[in-house]
């Protein structure tokens, strides 16, 4: 009786197939049984493109009385960050009380950079909109101030992407310039010109630094001289990312992400090609101009990062091979601590993560006090996990302190009206820059 059951259904598709069978209303009306010209198939991928970004968005709670106990880790060393992005778990219990705040002229355009701050013995250093490096000590003091752009490069107000190593600061900048500065009085070491303008963070080992231009190649400078080393070329196609581009670096292998979604594997030596992974398909690759990766992170043998196309990848660094990959859509940096991932949604759901499965462990809805009109205008900017308590930046300028074990939000900070940077914890004290000043937390 099956075996008949069986041949009546093999036949029935067989003759749907030779006929065509007409689409049902609940049928997708991207397919259909009409042969189509060029025009109308871009018209209908494009469709499919927006099908795919909306499908299986986390809008809702799993395991919501969950408690978590995260693994007593306070492991922030410097090393560890630099290289890996993995930021951990520091030991900071703050109330949040404005302690200081550091001003300099309006940055243009901060809504699109991730600014970065560098924290030296008791001082940090940071640039306003003209290009101008001010170090500052704990007393709010000016220790040093540099600017290495002329008049008409000023007017171009360059945005800067900075990195230490001991007694030397690497900048690199939006309009093609890059050089190094003794941090100790300010003074210009070196500076260099580049074909094009630069667009990552900046990595620095040993007596090299690593960093992406705006035509995804990825160069390789001497610290000593800022002399080329190497450069290796990806995939141009005249999209710069829509947010910075990310370097990781394990041993003699640097792993980066470029504006269309691929990672690769590059040797440090010679800048040749181990292993290349693209993760966008061909519905999406048009689109690639919207695309938004996180940082990504490498943390036991593995890297780890999302989008805002719905993916986040686990991949196996010495293959390139995917370890797993979940639905969640974000484009901030997750941390990890032990066993554990932590990130946020685009539209405000904390997520937790089992490192090993890949498998969801809990979500919770940390934008519940924003009204349901406002929260397509709101996205998460980043976030810290200290003792207790999760500090997160949100677009509309505000801190909002999640607790850790429970997942819900205990209190909300308004800093500002715009969007502020993702936290920084120096000497058990959170830093937050605005487009026009830096505020110190207790």
Same mark, same amino acid.
């Given at each position: ?15 749907? %197939?030779?006929?065509? /069978?007409?689409?049902?209303?609940? !049928? @997708?009306? *991207?397919?259909?049984?009409?042969? &189509?010209? #060029? ?116 007017? %171009?107000?360059?945005? /800067?992407?900075?990195?230490?190593? !001991? @007694?030397? *600061?690497?900048?690199?900048?939006? &309009?093609? #310039? ?265």
């Amino acid at each position: 009786m099956n075996n008949q059951i069986v041949k009546i259904i093999v036949i029935f598709l067989l003759i749907a %197939s030779c006929n065509g /069978l007409k689409p049902m209303k609940d !049928q @997708d009306p *991207l397919f259909g049984e009409k042969k &189509i010209d #060029k025009k109308q198939q871009e018209v209908l991928d494009k469709k499919k493109i927006k099908l795919f970004i909306a499908e299986d968005i986390i809008n809702k709670e799993f395991n919501p009385t969950l408690k978590i106990n995260l693994e007593s880790i306070y492991d922030n060393s410097k090393e560890k960050i630099n290289l890996y992005n993995n930021i951990g778990r520091y030991d900071y219990e703050g109330i949040l009380e404005e302690k200081n705040k550091f001003k300099f002229s309006k940055i243009v355009n901060f809504n699109q950079n991730e600014p970065k701050l560098i924290f030296i013995e008791n001082d940090l250093i940071f640039f306003d909109k003209k290009g101008t490096l001010t170090r500052y000590d704990e007393f709010n003091k000016k220790v040093w101030v540099l600017n290495n752009y002329s008049k008409i490069e000023k007017k %171009s107000k360059p945005f /800067l992407y900075l990195a230490n190593n !001991q @007694d030397i *600061l690497i900048v690199a900048d939006s &309009i093609s #310039k890059f050089y190094a500065i003794d941090i100790n009085n300010g003074n210009l070491i070196w500076t260099k010109n580049n074909s094009s303008s630069f667009n990552s963070e900046i990595k620095i080992h040993q007596n090299k630094f690593f960093i992406t231009d705006s035509q995804n190649t990825l160069h390789c400078f001497s610290i000593k001289d800022g002399k080329k080393l190497w450069s290796h070329e990806t995939d141009n196609i005249l999209i710069k990312s829509s947010k910075k581009l990310s370097i990781v670096i394990d041993k003699e292998v640097v792993y980066f992400n470029n504006s269309i979604g691929d990672i690769r594997a590059i040797s440090l030596e010679n800048g040749s090609l181990i292993w290349q992974l693209p993760t966008l398909n061909n519905d999406v690759y048009a689109e690639s101009l919207s695309l938004k990766s996180s940082d990504l992170v490498l943390d036991n043998k593995s890297i780890y990062f999302s989008n805002n196309r719905n993916e986040f990848y686990s991949i196996d660094v010495n293959s390139g091979t995917i370890r797993w990959k979940q639905k969640i859509n974000s484009s901030i940096r997750p941390t990890i601590i032990g066993n554990t991932i932590i990130t946020i949604t685009q539209n405000g759901f904390l997520i937790i993560i089992d490192k090993i499965s890949g498998n969801i462990v809990r979500i919770t809805d940390i934008f519940e006090f924003i009204k349901e009109k406002k929260r397509k205008e709101i996205s998460p900017v980043g976030f810290i996990v200290g003792s207790k308590y999760i500090y997160a930046t949100i677009s509309n300028g505000r801190i909002v302190i999640i607790n850790i074990t429970s997942g819900k939000y205990e209190k909300i900070i308004k800093i500002d009206g715009n969007k502020i940077s993702k936290p920084f914890v120096f000497k058990n004290n959170l830093f937050i820059v605005k487009d026009s000043a830096i505020i110190q937390f207790d």
